[in-house]
């Protein structure tokens, strides 16, 4: 191993700070852990701890690298959990060297909210996502895809004029934070819906757009009928999918069938695995989706919902699919910019059962927007929770079940809300 | 490798003989496959194919092996798939040489009926389960686990003079077979339950008894109350189960939570994981389950509706049991031998997510009872569909769901039969 | 209920006949369940089973159903089973009414070998696979998946002057049968491992070409290293992937890490996540993968490897890609006519933790090609064990250490191969 | 739901303190949270964190809860995360009312080291576990399962006069708190073998005593082998299992089959399943595994390295077992004693494929060992890394495959140490 350069200590030094709930949202802890785990050394100049619970604390840290490198990667890492070390400087603007290509310093950014320093002033970024590169355009600051980068594009590099906000864990807020603690089979589900449920009803009374993203395994677990009436009640903003979902529900709403298996009998049916593609070719014959609604060839399920209500939905093509439906988008550049597109404005997204377009969406998601996360699978449902949004609540159960217990406990939430003022109207006598 | 001994292919050779249903229950394809599997080679002299699916096929098979020694391991390995040679002789005797230790070459018992052949009659063998041997007294063939041989008894030897019957996969009865090809967790559950249901109805109308194995998920997962309502609408004839159900289920009844989780708030509670230790501790006090009952201490819970209807439960200790209850059995060759007491003349066993009570029972059953085992991971439903049973169900879902679907469907299924009758009764004429 | 209507039994009887391995393949079960399962009785008027493991068996069989709607249904259900009706009539052709639409009966393939009967002669049909339409042009009858259908094309119709091959499941060659029985992590997969080196060198033997299909585990899990020394010693001959695979791959040839991990260190690295973009940026600006190794860019790991030796891979875009690489296809329908070329001639396909492009492989396979199936995930090892091939393995295991297996056990036995001729050559003297 | 009482504030108000790494072990974060759980507020009257790394921070807080019983509570659960409250008084001792039977207020232990307050002086707690009562006799206090109380016991109530010292988790030592943080099979498990490998050196290098938990998987997966060397090269002092372990072991040394599936090639073997019960009857007629081993009928095995070399080993029974071995004890208290006896002075503990022996293990544990679960199911680890042990490791693999790299990079590392001596010896002397 190479011998470790002595550098001059100042060198090697720097003084960063940091505000918030960084208690509570662990921040203050991966802070100091994040020092140790570069061979570093932290000296707490000053912390204030918030002396209540809605009170920020404030964290002065002296850290000290064993060289230089090490130094800019620290301060690089420490970033994200929203140090930065004053005085401040601009940051630093290089332009892209072909078109989706940018220098090799370029600066890859997190979910978090990002500010950018531009001739003094802090610019927050636009359309913030992980993964991306910050472009700096007629003074807006922008997340952009790397393929979207146009050559001579000014793309912000190195650490220096960046702050990130990394969201702050809530302790109490709806109950969403003791929720988020363990990923277990062994819970009971008709509270965790029952959270769900209040979380729903919440985003919609806060006027806020929620997602959906789901797999056909809604439709084989016979959840396919508790996602309409979600739908018909209102808690659905917008679905993103696959070809797989629209060509199994459209499927059981023609044939009774998915991929053959009958949803009622529970059993293969007569022409079973043939039912798939018929109901592709009767798609497409009509048009597609909305043209086999309008003309009355596809009268129920989940896609006929959401085409009957005008509520949008992306079905993003792949590799392993049948057809597909002339609705799939098997341009996957396009899809991926749709499904961004669709996510704008959203607060709340429900991940049923799909890992690859719930990875998909986390991806462009801000972490401050809510996620749940449904699968019978723990593995998928750690892997998705550890993703996307610091606010991930991940519940392993039975997806078509679990869509029954949303479905009862909205129906019987609203009738409830409903009950008194009937009462109130129609007088006594709810007994007999 | 070793050069094969040629023998004179008479001593290798054997003619041997098979009838049932050998086609649906699969016994001719594994009689085969074990043949050739063995390096010997088959000939066949006589199949008759039953004509109709309720007819039997017969076989008539000349098997020839590479040495007398596989010939005779290939004869034992055929006669648990049926397959007997004839003429037939007695089974061969031999006394057991000490406590608990028998001959090398004894017989070890399969799950299915077995007959054994004393004095030119066949004897059915008494309380037949796997991994046993047999001993025949006064007369009497029995299986014994082998510690439950006595220095002296009789035991059945090699592989002469015993007659298998493996128990025959029906076709059609009940929709059984059916859902018997695949462990997945993509199918809908609701219609799984409602087979389930079916199937437990049809038990208790043909006077059969059901038991069920049950684990603390059952309480953590909120299916307590579910399990409660099968108990009291009579579909519990025993319940076989740990310390840890009783102690969860009684820390639910006294506190409201399960290793401290509350179940109906979801969020773990004050005094959170001392309850477990205080429900032992309450319950102990009062001298048992029962007294806690009689006393009025305990008044709700699994546990109480077994002892208020006297419904009998095993719980058998484990190395993790904590307390345990003095109503768990920590001598664990007592507690198998009341486990096996408990499912005398039980024809149908519903596992309910526990791996290790579930193979113990599964050790102890015959093969033709049925067994239906409920768990959220599919590893687990694929171990234990492969055990204990030729006619075994398994279903991966949520285990408290599960339940609720059952109770549910059980309530819905009755209310529909008793609705009739008071139609009937107040006339009206609802039909049209 | 409906009332069964009665009809003319002449009508609803159908005499059907099959060859073959009916009984190790398990078809003569799954023709009679099937009669069973669609409410119809069987006789049977001829069974010949073969009188040795060589021999084919035969049947004749008189099917009788409830109406002449089922009896049409499932003849078509027994037709991928191999049994036919005689004496029979040409397939119908019916014109395709649009491009990419196929008349309502339209018949779906299975990815058994299939003949359809035109003029009295029965036409191989090219290109199996299933969830296909068979279109018949200039005498030639070839699977065409529904999108390629041109309007006017002469498709199959109904079931008649159809004959399926099911593949034959053979009962020991290699063992592979004997692999094939459960999907079980607690086996022994050093032994796993050596089965598959023996059937990787008997297809190499044989002149057979091998397709992998990877995910970026591989590279996670440490096998990346491993992987390249199969294609180096020559048993890869083409790889199926995704953008992630190639991504992982490169960034761990450039910096050591995968997704930020390093994996000799086990820790997450400095610059981590950043590292993943990077990767994508520099083999975009080099102008893809080839262009990367040329240039001495890229200088190791499996995509080097591949393109060094100038074997044949495709990347297929999916809607969670970062990127992509600008080899990355993310045109699926480009890409499954390029995944689907490539494993034209394939006798052997093994897939490495990934269900995404496994699933999309098993669409495209005929069923005669042997199917290996690495994952840790029991339930992506049971999935993808039950399609796409009669002679599929599963092994569930840690794919990197499986990996290491294979290089291991690939290198001794080339070794032991080589040794003998060695000491032959060099006289004695090995032991010093 | 009921009025919450006014209360005087000052009754409802309690301050308490607490020092140590309580950033790093994430003990102000969970202490916080807990006072908001709780429906409470604080007041942080005074922290002051540790300047460095190794410094202790220190922590003054005003908790103030709606209600004095929430109050009492809420310091009972502030406890076992290090708070204590001064003035401080003595415990309080109140004498058990029966044998096994305890006051209702009893204090029950966590896992972590305690004090208690007799008479002013502070008294350590000894034989700390879970899930335990404190009983304090001649001025020593002790942990004591409820079982072991005895009527008149002075039993330790409320939860005035007790302090918790929770496991500090270290950042840094042997890269283990690295490790922890998520249970993942995507991960190179060369690399977690290689860090288990140091941590195994480490003990045996500080004279600690490292225990195995083991399953019967670790035969089926071929692991016997790689665990037999383990024991023979010195870092295995104690091994904990069940029947299975050593029934499989046995039956593999003696016939080669693990549940008659034979271990080399994979298949199931001639005789099959009888192996198992044979090898119950050959040890049990030799009396034991000792004299089997004695008389030389067991010649090599895991069972015979552990007799060969008098390691102890304790097999407990449990309600799945077949035979059982003479050695296995089925009275579980006993077995528990056993477990708990053998676990003494043990400073680290791995645990291979065995949920319920590892968490009875687990129970038992004081929270300063450490400890390393290896399974193939994620939800094991998962279940197993949250108990018994703040420093407890997952691994998520193949346990086969990992004692073969944890037996192969042991043998190599000690090759390397053992080379140099040899070299210097010898002269040579390559690098220099």
Redo the contacts between chains.
């Keep these: 191993m190479p011998e470790v350069e002595l550098q001059d200590a100042a060198a090697r030094t720097e003084i960063v700070q940091a505000e918030g709930h960084l ?2 949202s ?1 921040l ?2 991966a802070i ?2 994040k ?4 061979q570093s ?4 100049l000053r ?1 204030d ?5 809605e009170e920020f604390s404030s964290l002065e840290l002296k850290v000290t690298a064993p060289d230089t490198g ?1 130094l800019r ?2 301060l ?2 420490l970033m994200p959990l929203g140090c930065y070390a004053r005085p401040t400087q601009d940051a630093a603007l290089r332009p892209a ?2 078109d ?3 220098p ?1 310093d ?1 600066y ?1 950014t997190t979910n978090h909210r990002t500010l950018v320093r531009c001739g003094g002033r802090w610019l927050p970024v636009a359309g913030q996502r992980m ?1 991306a ?1 910050i472009v700096v355009r007629d003074g807006q600051a922008a997340c952009l895809k ?2 979207d980068v146009v050559r001579g594009d000014p793309v912000v590099c190195g650490v220096a004029g960046i702050r990130v906000s990394p969201e702050f864990q809530e ?2 807020r709806l ?1 969403f934070a ?2 988020t603690n ?11 819906a ?2 769900v449920v209040a979380m729903l009803r919440q985003v919609k009374a806060d006027g806020g757009r929620i997602a959906f993203v789901a797999g056909p ?1 809604v439709v ?3 959840g396919g009928e508790y996602f309409g009436e979600l739908i018909r009640r209102g808690y659905v903003d917008v679905v993103l999918a ?1 070809n797989a979902l629209a060509v199994h529900d459209v499927e059981h709403a023609l044939f009774g069938t998915s991929l053959g ?1 009958d ?6 049916r ?5 039912n ?3 109901a ?3 798609v ?2 009509a048009g597609g989706l909305r043209s086999a609604v309008e003309r009355g060839v596809l009268r129920s399920g989940v896609m006929y919902e959401l085409v009957t209500r005008d509520i949008p939905y992306v079905l ?9 439906l ?1 609705d799939t988008e ?4 396009a ?2 910019e749709q ?1 961004a597109r669709a996510l704008e404005g959203v607060s709340m997204v429900v991940m049923l059962s799909t890992m ?2 719930s ?2 969406v986390g ?1 462009m998601l801000a972490s401050h927007v809510r996620t749940v996360c449904v699968d ?4 998928v449902v ?2 998705l929770s ?1 993703r996307g949004s610091a606010q991930a609540v991940g519940i ?3 997806v ?3 869509l ?2 949303l479905a009862t406990q909205l129906r019987a939430r609203e009738a409830e809300l409903a009950a008194p003022a009937a009462q109130a109207a129609g007088g006594g006598g709810a007994d007999r």
Tied chains: 1, 2, 3, 4.
Aim: aromatic share 6%; net charge negative.
């Design positions: 208690v509570d662990r203050l802890n100091l852990d020092v140790i785990e570069r050394k932290f000296e707490v912390f701890l918030g002396r209540t619970n090490t990667r620290l690089e890492e060297d072909a989706g290509v940018v090799d370029f890859s993964d590169v790397l393929r302790r109490d109950g003791f929720m363990d990923v277990s089979s062994e819970r009971r589900v008709e509270v965790s029952s959270k395994v084989h677990s016979g696959g298996v949803l009622d009998a529970g059993v293969t007569e022409e079973g695995h043939r798939h593609l018929r592709i070719n009767t497409n014959r993003a093509g792949s590799i392993r699919d049948d057809g597909p002339v098997m341009d996957l550049v899809a991926q499904y690859l377009h990875i998909g991806n019978i699978n723990p593995a750690t892997k550890d392993v159960t039975d078509g079940l679990f029954h217990q």
